[in-house]
Each structure stands twice: as structure tokens, then as C-alpha cells.
């Protein structure tokens, strides 16, 4: 059994334009809100953190519907064709409303501003979890650590295209000084990263005859379903899987609580605690985030031969180890050195080999019939973390200091691998040795 690479490239696109619309999401609309329509910090986040608050509820309702539709295109496809053809539409909205109010500024721009906003959170709401959903719907269980690597490979290229694209059409010599900045172009370029997706998507990803391969190995394959059957014929948990997969969503939510801690408050971190600029922060996290990229396929590569637990339980004691280190090294040493570098690609290592292998883990839980729901769990969770720690961090370093952060962040992870040690099931077949390898003896 082998990964289909190409098919897996060509799904992964559909994250790919999730991922270049949400970097520029977060990168712009905070500026245009604080800088363009002079709203304060407070209600800007307050705006910002909307999408986190309604992803809670509309991940999972969008996952759960796309599971029952029943259309020529498959489950999945009808909501991320409609989805990225209304965000499309929306998108372009944005920048020409912010142009118009620096031209001619008024409340009724502000009040249509938000509701092109709130809008444009449902479309990407409508698609996302299907989108991530359709992977597992066409890749046979054991496989799906390799193509979620795939996956997030994919949506690391949508993030970088952005920053190429910012890099290019806006250097500091024409943003500098100036009283207000014209986004178009750069929304367009990001439209057509979503059209070519939608293309591909329509024309290269046939997925009413990929489901029918993965059904038709799913029945060949009985004692990979850990569901049962009820006399209704609906697939319901057995009590020992829904175990496992409650200690794993409380990972998710643990792991995601603290890592987010520290992508949350760094700048100001390293500001008040190192005397490092934006500049310097940035540097840790890209570096951070290149070594997952590196790291996503290796890791993989290293559940199919060592388990997706294992490999997870490893790369939360390395997250955790790490961000200790980062707190001793606070304790005695108030200034930046080089050698945080290595610890930040050691972060982006044990991050990649957690984020690539829980989604699979928990799909594997579920019925092919379920999988958006269970899309949906793992995006609730994910979330829901994601909401909460910028109020408890905020909270602690607050009432004690910025230097607790990374002790913050080392908790949390830690307990991620203390409720990862309670989950028995998700987890891959080891792939068995082959010629002379088989007598090898551990």
C-alpha cells in the first residue's frame, strides 16, 4: 500500500488557499481597523477574535452537513467550490471600502466593513472543515500521518506565496511615511491563489470516484473500523475509543493552549524581557516555523515506522523541554543570545511532529460517514484553546511577569503528553519489515 502523492498535492490545495487568505487575514485586517477606520486596540481584537469565537460553533455544523450532502460532486467538494466562490466574491470588498472611507470616511463604511467581515468569516467557515475533511475521506487510515504532512505542507506554500507577494508589491520604501496604503492588489493576487485552487479542485480532484476507492477498502478492510454498528445502523463509539478520544481532544486543546501562549505574546516578550525589537521575535518564529516545514514529511514518515503516538508523545516532550529551557534561561539571563535559535528549531521540530499526526489519530477514531464531524471536534478544540490562552497568559504575566510565559507555555504542553499516555487507539499499523530487515530482533 503506497500514498498516492499527486492526488494528495492536488487536495492539499484546498488548504493551501485557506492558509494564504487567513495569513493575510490576520495580517492586515488588524491595521486596517486600527490605522484606516481608528477604532482602538481593544475593539479591533475584540473584531479579530470573532472568527476564533464562531469557528467553535460553524467548523463543526459545516463538517456535520458536508457528511450528509449526497451530490454529484461527493460530500465535500460542493462546499469548498461554493465556499471559495463566495469568498471570492466578498474579499475584493475589503480593500475597496477601505480605500473609500480614507477617501470619504463615514459610519455607514464602517457598519457595511464589519458586515463584509462577518460574512466572509461564514464562507471560510463553509469550506474549511470539509476541506481539511477531504483527505482522510480519500486516503486509506494508515497512510493519512504522510498525506496530513502533505496537507500541512501545502498550507505552509498558501502562507509563503502570501509573504512573497507582501514582500514584493510592498517594500518599506513604498509603505513608509505614507498616510494610507492601498491593499487591492495584494487581495487580487490572493484571489487568484483561491481561483487556481478552485480550478484544480473542480477539475483534478474527482471525488465521488476517490470516496468509492477508499469505501471500497474500507470494506476489505473490516478490522480497521474501531466503530460499532447499532441495530438502527447508525457507527457509534465503543466506550474504550470514545475514552481515548476525549484524553486525545484534551491534548489537542493542552498542546494548542500552550504553544499559542507563546506565539500570542512573544514580540512583547522579547521586548520587555530581552530588549529585542519585532524584528529579533521574528526571526525566532520563522525560524521556528521553517523547521516544522522541514520536519512535516519526516514526521510522517517516522509514525508509519514508530506509531503516531509515539511520535506525538516524543514531540510533546520536546515542546515542553523546550520551552523550559527557554524559562531557566530567562531566570538567569536577561538579554538575547544566538543560541535561542536552536531552541526555537527544535520548538518547530516537536511542533511538526504533533500537528501532522493528532488530526489523523482522530479521524482514525471515526466512521468514514463522520469524518467532517470529527473535523469539527478536532477544530473545536483547537480553537476553543486558542481563544482561552491569550486571556490566561495575559492574566498571569499581568499579576507576576513577562518571564513566566515560557513556564506557562511548558505546563501545558506537559499535560498534553500526561493525557496523550491515556489514549489507546488512532493510532497507526507499524509498517511491517520487509527481506532481510524481517529478522531483525529489537
Known amino acids: 500500500m503506497k500514498l498516492d502523492t499527486k492526488r494528495t498535492f492536488l487536495v492539499g490545495f484546498a488548504f493551501l488557499a485557506i492558509t494564504a487568505f487567513w495569513q493575510m487575514y490576520d495580517g492586515l485586517i488588524p491595521k486596517i481597523l486600527t490605522d484606516t477606520f481608528n477604532l482602538s486596540p481593544t475593539v479591533s481584537g475584540i473584531i479579530m477574535a470573532a ?34 466562490i463566495a469568498t471570492m466574491v466578498l474579499m475584493i470588498w475589503i480593500p475597496i471600502i477601505d480605500n473609500s472611507y480614507f477617501a470619504f470616511p463615514s459610519l455607514t463604511k464602517i457598519i457595511l466593513f464589519i458586515g463584509v467581515l462577518a460574512l466572509l468569516l461564514l464562507t471560510m467557515s463553509f469550506y474549511r472543515s470539509p476541506s481539511v475533511a477531504l483527505m482522510p475521506d480519500i486516503t486509506p487510515k494508515p497512510l493519512r500521518s504522510k498525506a496530513n504532512a502533505i496537507i500541512n505542507l501545502m498550507g505552509a506554500v498558501g502562507g509563503v506565496l502570501y509573504l512573497i507577494f507582501t514582500a514584493i508589491m510592498y517594500p518599506e520604501s513604498k509603505t513608509s511615511g505614507v498616510d494610507h ?34 469505501q471500497e477498502y474500507e470494506d476489505a478492510h473490516p478490522e480497521e473500523n474501531l466503530t460499532e454498528t447499532t441495530e438502527n445502523n447508525k457507527a457509534v463509539l465503543p466506550k474504550p475509543v470514545k475514552r481515548s478520544l476525549i484524553f486525545l481532544l484534551l491534548s489537542v486543546a493542552f498542546w494548542y493552549i500552550g504553544y499559542n ?34 520536519c512535516y514529511i519526516p514526521a510522517g514518515i517516522l509514525a508509519s515506522k514508530i506509531g503516531r503516538k509515539k511520535t506525538i508523545i516524543a514531540g510533546a ?30 520548538v518547530g521540530i516537536a511542533w511538526a511532529t504533533i500537528n501532522v499526526n493528532s488530526f489523523p489519530m482522530v479521524v482514525e477514531m471515526c466512521h468514514g460517514s463522520d469524518i467532517g464531524k470529527f473535523t469539527g471536534l478536532y477544530y473545536t478544540f483547537s480553537m476553543a484553546a486558542q481563544i482561552v490562552t491569550p486571556i490566561i497568559a495575559g492574566f498571569l504575566i499581568e499579576k507576576i511577569d513577562y518571564k513566566v510565559l515560557f513556564l506557562y507555555s511548558a505546563i501545558f504542553v506537559f499535560l498534553s503528553f500526561i493525557t496523550m499516555c491515556f489514549v489507546k487507539h488512532g493510532d497507526t499499523k507499524i509498517e511491517r519489515k520487509k527481506g532481510l530487515e524481517a529478522f531483525d530482533v529489537d
Not at 452537513?65 to 462546499?79: A, Q
Not at 495584494?186 to 483561491?194: K, T, Y
Not at 512583547?268 to 516544522?292: D, E, K, M, P, R
Open 51 to 84: 472568527d476564533n469565537v464562531l469557528a467553535l460553533f460553524l467548523l463543526p455544523l459545516f463538517g456535520r452537513l458536508s457528511d450528509k450532502c449526497r451530490s454529484p460532486l461527493g460530500k465535500r467538494r460542493p462546499f469548498i467550490i461554493i465556499g471559495m
Open 181 to 214: 496604503v492601498n491593499y487591492l492588489p495584494l487581495f487580487i493576487a490572493v484571489m487568484a491563489v483561491i481561483f487556481v485552487s478552485l480550478i484544480i479542485m473542480i477539475f483534478f480532484v474527482n471525488e465521488p470516484k476517490l470516496a468509492k476507492a477508499q
Open 261 to 294: 501562549g507563546i506565539v500570542t505574546f512573544f514580540t512583547n516578550f522579547t521586548q520587555n524581557v530581552w530588549g529585542v525589537g519585532i524584528g529579533g521575535a521574528s526571526t525566532c518564529l520563522t525560524i521556528a516555523t521553517g523547521a516544522a516545514i522541514v
Open 317 to 346: 516532550l520536546l515542546l515542553a523541554s523546550s520551552f523550559l529551557a527557554g524559562f531557566i534561561y530567562t531566570l538567569f539571563v536577561n538579554t538575547f543570545h544566538p543560541a535561542l535559535y536552536v531552541l526555537f528549531a527544535l
